[in-house]
């Protein structure tokens, strides 16, 4: 009976609010998979056509690097100190921001992942529809 309790407990606790064990952290590789999966979206595909519409070969290959670059730098900046502290995002803009300015760090992040499952879901949908115009239903 206690096992069951203390796995619905350990199921339910998602570590939000204090630093993950080291026996619950995921390994490199884990983590590299799920980033991975961010550059394999639609919304890559219709940048990339964008960028081969309006740049030359070098002028495309220049924006991606400097683009890429600077996301990098960015994103293993905040993810590497995630990773040493063990923290969300909001907790780890605690120090910085206070407890009432990590809420609105909070709300930025929740809102713009909502646009981008949105961009994401809005793509999809113009796809499927481009690809069935013609079937009837």
Known sequence: ?????????TAQHDNATERVPEN????????????????????????????????????AIIASFIGNTILSIYGGAVGA??????????MLARPGFGRQGSKIVSLV????????????VGFFGDTINAMFLTVDF
């Open 81 to 90: 100190a995630g990773a040493k502290e063990g923290v969300a995002t909001p």
């Open 24 to 59: 619950q952290k995921k390994g490199f590789f884990d983590v590299a998979i799920v980033a991975a999966g961010f550059c394999i979206a639609m919304s890559g595909l219709f940048t990339g056509a964008s960028i081969a519409v309006g740049l030359d070969l070098k002028q």
């Open 109 to 120: 992040l929740a809102l713009s992942m909502l646009g981008w499952f949105s961009v994401q």
């Open 1 to 9: 009976m206690t096992t069951n309790i203390q796995t619905h407990h």
